[in-house]
C-alpha cells in the first residue's frame, strides 16, 4: 500500500503563487494515472488535474487551465502542483489520488488511493 502525503498549502493573496508535492512513501505510486483534486466547504471534491505517470501528457480542469501546472520527479516519486495567479476561488483543500482504477480520471470515485489533504487559502 503506498500512502500520500500532500505538503506545500497555506495562506497566500490573490495572484500569488504555491507549489504542492504529493510524496508517496511506498515503492512507487500504483496507477497509471495520477491525479489532483480539491474541495472546498460546502462542496464536491473536484477534479484539478492529471497527469500519466510514464508520460508527460497532464490534463487540468477549465478553471485552472493556464494558471497550474503539474510535474512529477521520478526519482523522488513525487508530484507537484504548481499553482500561479491564484484566486480566492481557489481556496479548498487540496488531495492527490493514486490507484486508478478507470472510468475516467476526472471522477474522484475512480481513484482508490488517498493522500490526507492540505489546505490552500488565498486572500483577495
Known amino acids: 500500500q503506498v500512502e500520500l502525503v500532500e505538503s506545500g498549502g497555506g495562506l497566500v493573496q490573490a495572484g500569488g503563487s504555491l507549489r504542492l508535492s504529493c510524496a508517496a512513501s511506498g515503492r512507487t505510486f500504483s496507477g497509471v494515472i495520477m491525479g489532483w483534486f480539491r474541495q472546498a466547504p460546502g462542496k464536491e471534491r473536484e477534479f484539478v488535474g492529471a497527469m500519466y505517470w510514464n508520460a508527460r501528457s497532464a490534463f487540468y480542469a477549465d478553471s485552472v487551465k493556464g494558471r497550474f501546472t503539474i510535474s512529477r520527479d521520478n526519482a523522488k516519486i513525487t508530484m507537484y502542483l504548481q499553482m500561479s495567479s491564484l484566486k480566492p476561488e481557489d481556496t479548498a483543500v487540496y488531495y492527490c489520488?493514486?490507484?486508478?482504477?478507470?472510468?475516467?480520471?476526472?471522477?474522484?470515485?475512480?481513484?482508490?488511493?488517498w493522500g490526507q489533504g492540505t489546505q490552500v487559502t488565498v486572500s483577495p
Open positions: 489520488a493514486d490507484k486508478y482504477t478507470g472510468g475516467g480520471y476526472l471522477y474522484p470515485r475512480n481513484f482508490g488511493s
